[in-house]
């Protein structure tokens, strides 16, 4: 009779656990929250404004994002930049810029161009001094075709080279544009 | 009763058969105990009508010369055992292997015979206590490496995934406590979740043939056991402490048992281990360190003819992962393999940052048993187990201590199992199981969960049987039905469900035609029915040796990854995509074991060949271009493959006090259907050590080891170029490159004292790594970024109580 007693508790007992662990099946589909599906690169010189943009619905499906330059640039000017990042899937679009800016220290930007005589500078610090690159200074000279790269690294060496591939840490964003200065 | 009648008429005709009375005949065996199959030593073999004697030896064994053809009666007993008497009627030389319901030897040392088997048949090596004590701040794959033919696939130096025969995860069965581990075994980096400290005997069988836990053991089965107790009114424990130089940490594991003179016994066990940065020979490992809390309870109730066992297990592991090997692209990646050290060397460190897996392991089980007469053993259980696996990955913002993995999953199972053993010469397993088990992707993660909510049923059935063919031949054969079914609950993108993978065409079923923005939630749904069989033929001779045969034929549906898996799997940088057209994997594995037990000179030779259709790999498939820029993409696929090698065990005695032991792995991997070699192969590798001992002076022992990896030369060429933008070029990305064939050198020492009355003290030095060789291991994810583990100095401290 002990036995199936016992084996009565057994029963009982997976029962039990069974029941406890059948949680409600509420939505807990979550979307991505951290994810930077949009890139904005402004360039502005009074009324010439050029918008370079890199949108990607879903960075972590297999699908390539998209590049879009809204013209050209115009030679020998000086354009001040700024950049701006969003994740379209959250109802508060920038807020992944905002915690971003709130990592300043942690965080730097790295534009490179193959038309040689761009010359691009960051003017914006964090706390410690240190260039961060949201805001830029971009100045073209000669007229020319090529690309423009931006980088972002997460926890990268400050103060550095302002060479992506010395300064360590990680790549958060690498984007590169095809640009004409014209 | 008849098939009894029917055997002595079998032998009555055998026996009449023989020509003349002949006295040169030996009957020999071993002495096991019922329970564990660890050898008794000094047990007494008394032949009534011959009035003869002798006593088995320390390996347990006996041996008693010049029988007659006839009937013997044979008494065997042995301290605190029940007498067992055999009545033979002796033809030939007679071999057996005699199980004597034993419990006293226990509160001692458990001696264990290498070959002592689950099954007769089976090709199987053991580790005992001793070997895992050793292993105590380890983990049990680190241990499980000693065995020929394991190797492991880890994550730095602390998640180390087990791999027999070359195979790894889904595809090995771990048992803890006699409960299959479920804890989400099927990623690379998820290592099991079993604390080495609270088993006593580890049992690794290589191959498909231990049908009696599940149809999908295609690469082995490992067993992890708890120690038998006495039946005496006693109280015990032990205590050990170990600490290291490389690490700076140890481990404390402490265990108390009571056991009463009624048969109850009571059992409880905590360890700790705290490391903090380990160091290669020229760098700290930046974040490795680790927090672990282990504690489980036992109690139950033991007798020959009944009893119930009930544990419980917690384990708690706090894993820290390299920081260098957070990348965020391809090119982060091309640096890291071009660069010779990790981009973060910082001081040492206690501190556990991300990238880092939490993961907490429930386990609870009762047994129970009834023997009943002339028919056998009848066991029943329940377990249940809860695994939480938490994955961190290094973030901004609010999601910095947010996991980007959050799973949980949740396994119970009612089983039984019947074993019919009152037949003298067969041996009859056979048994139901039900199983139920639940994923869930716990929210609030903000990531796309990597493997979705689902609930899984299986049902299995099986019968193994193990007849003594002659006196020294055995044969064992078995099969086993399996039922699972799974349900899932996941959205794909309307865009990648219809045109990517076109499963609006090969699954419509499983659309449930709810349209959530531009995705669409499925609901797969799959029923799979699996057939498991084995064969086994075991020879026993005279002379030590020994033959075995096996034939496994395993059957192993596709776990969720490979079915659900499709995003970014955040710790190992990639996208990771499986697929629902993904069908069972079937194998079937042959292995033959020579074996020679003896402790002057003994060795197995065990060649196998394992043919696997359908087999799943995840292998590197293309790039895609994200904001974050190039970015590997993996895909799991299916082929036909074939595993084949040999493992060589030996061992000699050079003098009284030298011994030598080694063994020879050699494997060898193809994908078929691509006509390549097959991906994460482990490379050749031979160990080899030296003893001495001298038990006169405090148990002194003295182990020199050498070991030597050899480098993987037949890999798979899964290289590709990529675009960097920064440097404007082409790079090339190197990831199926094997590093160089290493040699390692580990010492290891040790030391018995009396303490207290009746305690003993045991201290224990080693040095792992000795030369303090730079190396890297093909087998270690994180061999991209870093060197494998400097010099490692050790104590170890044990008091038995």
């Given amino acids: 009779m002990k036995t199936i007693k016992l084996l009565a508790l057994l029963f009982i007992s997976s029962l039990v656990f069974t029941g406890c662990s059948d949680d409600d099946h509420d939505d807990d589909h979550d979307h991505e929250e951290e994810v930077i599906t949009t890139l904005n690169y402004t360039l502005t010189n009074g009324n010439d404004v050029v918008v370079l943009t890199y949108f990607d619905l879903d960075p972590d499906d297999s699908v390539?994002?998209?590049?879009?330059?809204?013209?050209n640039l115009t030679a020998n000017t000086t354009y001040?930049?700024?950049?701006?990042?969003e994740n379209a899937n959250d109802e508060d679009a920038e807020h992944i810029q905002e915690e971003i800016e709130a990592e300043k220290e942690e965080h730097e930007f790295f534009y490179t161009s193959t038309i040689s005589d761009i010359t691009i500078s960051k003017t914006d610090m964090d706390d410690n001094g240190n260039l961060v690159g949201f805001d830029t200074t971009l100045t073209t000279v000669d007229a020319g075709t090529g690309s423009l790269t931006i980088v972002l690294k997460?926890?990268?060496?400050?103060?550095?080279?302002?060479?992506?591939?010395?300064?360590?840490?990680?790549?958060?964003?690498?984007?590169?544009?095809?640009?004409?200065?014209? | 009763m008849k098939s009894r009648k029917l055997f002595l008429i079998v032998l009555l005709l055998i026996s009449n058969l023989a020509i003349s009375q002949n006295c040169t005949y030996t009957f020999s065996g071993i002495v096991e105990d019922f329970h564990d199959k660890s050898v008794l030593i000094g047990a007494t073999i008394h032949i009534k009508n011959l009035n003869k004697y002798t006593t088995s030896d320390v390996d347990g064994k006996f041996k008693i010369e010049n029988l007659c053809v006839g009937k013997i009666i044979v008494e065997i007993s042995h301290l605190?055992?029940?007498?067992?008497?055999?009545?033979?009627?002796?033809?030939?030389?007679?071999?057996?292997?005699?199980?004597?319901?034993?419990?006293?030897?226990?509160?001692?040392?458990?001696h264990l015979r290498s070959n002592s088997k689950t099954e007769e048949t089976s090709i199987e090596q053991n580790l005992k206590k001793e070997v895992l004590e050793s292993f105590s701040d380890k983990s049990l794959g680190d241990a499980l490496v000693t065995i020929s033919g394991v190797s492991s696939l880890t994550t730095g130096s602390t998640i180390v995934k087990p791999m027999i025969h070359g195979l790894h995860s889904s595809r090995l069965l771990i048992v803890n406590n006699n409960v299959r581990l479920f804890d989400q075994d099927w990623g690379d980096e998820h290592a099991p979740n079993i604390d080495i400290n609270s088993a006593n005997t580890i049992q690794v069988i290589k191959g498909a043939n231990t049908l009696r836990y599940g149809s999908d053991a295609i690469g082995g089965v490992i067993i992890v056991k708890p120690k038998k107790h006495a039946v005496k009114d006693s109280l015990f424990g032990s205590s050990l402490l170990s600490l290291n130089t490389n690490g700076q940490g140890g481990n404390f594991n402490t265990e108390i048992i009571k056991t009463y003179k009624s048969g109850y016994f009571f059992q409880l066990q905590t360890s700790i281990k705290r490391f903090g940065d380990f160091k290669t020979p020229?760098?700290?490992?930046?974040?490795?360190?680790?927090?672990?809390?282990?504690?489980s309870i036992r109690f139950g109730f033991n007798s020959f003819k009944k009893g119930f066992d009930a544990y419980y297990s917690f384990v708690d592991n706090e894993f820290a992962i390299l920081q260098s090997s957070h990348i965020g692209n391809v090119n982060d990646l091309v640096q890291a393999i071009n660069s010779k050290e990790p981009r973060v060397i910082d001081d040492f460190s206690y501190d556990i940052n991300t990238p880092k897996q939490s993961i907490q392991h429930h386990l609870g089980k009762i047994e129970a048993y009834q023997r009943f007469k002339d028919l056998g053993k009848l066991t029943l259980q329940a377990d249940f187990q809860v695994n939480r696996r938490k994955e961190f990955d290094t973030r901004v913002g609010d999601l910095k201590d947010v996991p980007v993995i959050d799973l949980r999953l949740f396994t119970t199972s009612l089983q039984s199992n019947l074993t019919i053993d009152y037949l003298e010469d067969l041996?009859?397993?056979?048994?139901?199981?039900?199983?139920?088990?639940?994923?869930?992707?716990?929210?609030?993660?903000?990531?796309?969960?990597?493997?979705?909510?689902y609930e899984k049923f299986d049902f299995g059935t099986y019968i193994t049987g193990n007849y003594k063919l002659n006196l020294i031949t055995e044969l064992s054969a078995g099969i086993r039905y399996d039922f699972s079914s799974i349900k899932a609950e996941k959205s794909y993108s309307i865009w990648e469900w219809d045109d990517t993978y076109n499963y609006d065409e090969l699954f419509p079923e499983f659309e449930t035609g709810v349209i959530d923005g531009s995705d669409v939630l499925t609901e797969p749904e799959y029923t799979f029915h699996c057939f498991s069989a084995s064969l086994g033929l075991s020879k026993h001779y005279t002379n030590d040796f020994s033959l075995l045969m096996n034939y496994g034929l395993a059957s192993r549906i596709p776990n969720p990854s490979e079915l659900f898996s499709d995003g970014l799997h955040h710790s190992t940088a990639r996208i990771e995509v499986g697929f629902l057209t993904m069908e069972k994997e079937n194998a079937h594995k042959f292995s033959i074991a020579l074996e020679r037990t003896n402790s002057n000179f003994g060795f197995a030779i065990n060649?196998?060949?394992?043919?696997?259709?359908?087999?799943?790999?995840?292998?590197?498939?293309?790039?895609?271009?994200?904001i974050r820029g190039s970015f590997p993409i993996w895909h799991y696929n299916q082929i036909d493959a074939q595993i084949f090698g040999v493992d060589i065990d030996i061992n000699k005695r050079i003098s009284d006090s030298f011994n030598y032991r080694g063994n020879l792995s050699l494997l060898q991997g193809d994908n078929l259907t691509e006509d390549i070699p097959l991906i994460h192969m482990p490379g050749a590798n031979i160990t080899n050590n030296i003893t001495y001992t001298n038990k006169e002076y405090h148990n002194l022992s003295v182990n020199l080891q050498h070991k030597t990896v050899f480098q993987q030369n037949r890999y798979p060429d899964y290289n590709f170029s990529t675009f960097n933008p920064v440097l404007q070029e082409n790079v090339y990305?190197?990831?199926?490159?094997?590093?160089?064939?290493?040699?390692?050198?580990?010492l290891n020492s040790s030391m018995s004292f009396n303490a207290f009355k009746e305690g003993t003290l045991k201290v224990e030095f080693s040095v792992h790594n000795l030369f303090n060789t730079s190396y890297r291991e093909h087998l270690n994810r994180l061999r991209y970024y870093a060197d494998e583990l400097g010099r490692n100095f050790n104590v170890k401290i044990k008091l038995n109580y």
Wanted: aromatic share 8%; glycine share 8%; hydrophobic share 30%.
């Fill in chain 2, 427 to 453: 041996k009859i397993n056979t048994g139901l199981l039900g199983r139920f088990q639940q994923n869930d992707a716990i929210g609030g993660t903000g990531t796309e969960p990597l493997i979705p909510d």
């Fill in chain 1, 154 to 182: 997460h926890e990268p060496t400050k103060p550095n080279d302002d060479n992506s591939t010395n300064a360590g840490g990680s790549t958060d964003i690498e984007v590169s544009f095809t640009v004409e200065v014209e």
């Fill in chain 1, 80 to 85: 001040t930049g700024e950049l701006t990042l």
């Fill in chain 2, 733 to 746: 990305v190197d990831i199926s490159s094997t590093p160089p064939t290493y040699s390692l050198f580990n």
């Fill in chain 2, 607 to 626: 060649p196998y060949y394992n043919y696997i259709k359908g087999y799943i790999q995840l292998i590197p498939f293309d790039t895609v271009t994200t």
């Fill in chain 2, 80 to 110: 605190a055992c029940d007498k067992l008497i055999l009545e033979i009627d002796l033809v030939d030389d007679l071999y057996r292997i005699i199980d004597l319901e034993h419990h006293i030897e226990e509160l001692e040392e458990v």
């Fill in chain 2, 282 to 295: 020229d760098y700290y490992l930046t974040n490795t360190g680790i927090k672990n809390i282990n504690s």
């Fill in chain 1, 64 to 71: 390539s994002g998209t590049y879009s330059v809204s013209g």
